[in-house]
């Protein structure tokens, strides 16, 4: 007899009363610090403490300043973000963190997704426009 297997994650969402308060600040500092770097140009590059290899890696000053230039001509100055949503995605062990993002210009509002593992380490962070319905 074989065991059917699928690639789907397997998503559940939490209370954001019953997520961990390490992980909230984490998420939320972290998330803040990388969007605060629109406003001031100065870049904190995350630890091995903080983040994955592959998030340190990818999220360099050079890449923030491109996307922040986009994101100061579309959006204005970034002033504060509040968490929406937690969902767990229990395939990979992960929790992923959504984030409204409050904007000096209000005609669109913005995500901040910031994922992090199980041993509180950021595993992904990105931003896109905000939709109600994860996917």
Known sequence: MTKKTTDKPNYEVLAVSEVSTIQKNRTYELGKRVLMTCNTSAFKPFSSQEATNEVITNITKE??????????????????????????????????????CDYEKKYRIKELRVSINDDNKITAINSKDWKDAFN
């Open 63 to 100: 890449k923030i300043s491109l996307t922040c230039h986009n994101v100061l001509r579309g959006f204005g100055q970034f002033n504060d973000m509040k968490l929406v949503e937690v969902i767990r995605d229990n395939t990979n062990s992960i929790t992923i963190f959504r984030y409204q």
